[in-house]
């Protein structure tokens, strides 16, 4: 079972940026590509960003690509998502999750374990 922890979600204005931590429990944590989701109040669960076992792939959905960058450090057993330019509609809880089985997908079902979210609101 591996226990993911979410940080560094908050408030802040358009055009700001936040840098969001997860952290896992598991010591093999480079065995697992990582991904991060967003969920607004009334939507889906939706892909922001994955990264693989050893960080050299990333993937991104097209709204964030260019401002928000996934990055890990499997020494710390942590994901991050620094998050730039930041868009009222970027505002929702944002998840960490691990996949076990390395399938490089946008698919939350994929996913074995789920952090239990943070908060990022962005006003205008």
């Known amino acids: 079972q591996v226990r993911l922890v979410e940080s560094g979600g908050g408030l802040v204005q358009a055009g700001g940026s936040l840098r969001l931590s997860c952290a896992a429990s598991?010591?093999?944590?480079?065995?697992?590509?990582m991904g991060w989701f967003r969920q607004a109040p009334g939507k889906v669960r939706e892909f922001v960003a994955l990264?693989?076992?050893?960080?050299?792939?990333?993937n991104y959905v097209d709204s964030v690509n260019g401002r928000f960058t996934i990055s890990r450090d499997n020494d710390k057993n942590t994901v991050y998502l620094q998050m730039n330019s930041l868009k009222p509609e970027d505002t929702a809880v944002y998840y960490c999750?691990?996949?076990?089985?390395?399938?490089?997908?946008?698919?939350?079902?994929?996913?074995?374990?789920w952090g239990q979210g943070t908060q990022v609101t962005v006003s205008s």
């Open positions: 598991e010591r093999t944590f480079s065995n697992y590509l």
């Open positions: 990264i693989s076992r050893s960080g050299g792939t990333t």
């Open positions: 999750a691990a996949d076990r089985s390395n399938t490089f997908t946008r698919n939350p079902i994929q996913y074995d374990y």
